[in-house]
Nanobody, 132 residues
Framework: QIQVVESGGGTVQTGGSLRLSCTAS???????????MGWFRQAPGKQREEVSC????????FYVDSVKGRFTISRDNAKNTLYLEMSNLKREDTAMYYC??????????????????????WGQGTQVTVSL
C-alpha cells in the first residue's frame, strides 16, 4: 500500500521559516525516482493551488510566482523523501500543504505542476499558519 505522509507544519510568525517533509512509503526506490513530486496548498475558502514541483531526478523545479525566492523544493531519492524549505513566510502562506506523487514516468509534470492532474498519490496535509 502506497502512503504519502507530510510533516513539519506548524505556527510561525511572519518572516519566520519552516521545513516541510514528505515521505512516500510503499514505493520502491526505482519507482520513487520515476515520479515527479510536488507541493500544493489550499487556504480556507480558496481553491487548491500548486506551490512547487520537482523533476524525478531533482535537477529542475517549478515555483508559483508568489513563493519564488522564498521556498526551495528538494528531494532525497535514497530516502523516498521530499522537502519544502519555506522562509520569509507571509500571512498569505497560511494553508494546508499537501504533498503529491506524480504518475510514474510522467516526467514533464514538474514544469507547471499541471494543476495536480498528473499526480496520483496525495497525503493528508500538514497545516501551516503564519501569524502576525
Amino acid at each position: 500500500q502506497i502512503q504519502v505522509v507530510e510533516s513539519g507544519g506548524g505556527t510561525v510568525q511572519t518572516g519566520g521559516s519552516l521545513r516541510l517533509s514528505c515521505t512516500a512509503s510503499g514505493l520502491t526506490f526505482d519507482d520513487f525516482r520515476d515520479r515527479v513530486m510536488g507541493w500544493f496548498r489550499q487556504a480556507p475558502g480558496k481553491q487548491r493551488e500548486e506551490v512547487s514541483c520537482i523533476s524525478a531526478q531533482g535537477q529542475s523545479a517549478f515555483y508559483v510566482d508568489s513563493v519564488k525566492g522564498r521556498f526551495t523544493i528538494s528531494r532525497d531519492n535514497a530516502k523516498n523523501t521530499l522537502y519544502l524549505e519555506m522562509s520569509n513566510l507571509k500571512r498569505e502562506d497560511t494553508a494546508m500543504y499537501y504533498c503529491a506523487a506524480g504518475r510514474r514516468y510522467y516526467f514533464g509534470a514538474y514544469k507547471d505542476c499541471n494543476g495536480g492532474e498528473d499526480f496520483e498519490y496525495w497525503g493528508q496535509g500538514t497545516q501551516v499558519t503564519v501569524s502576525l
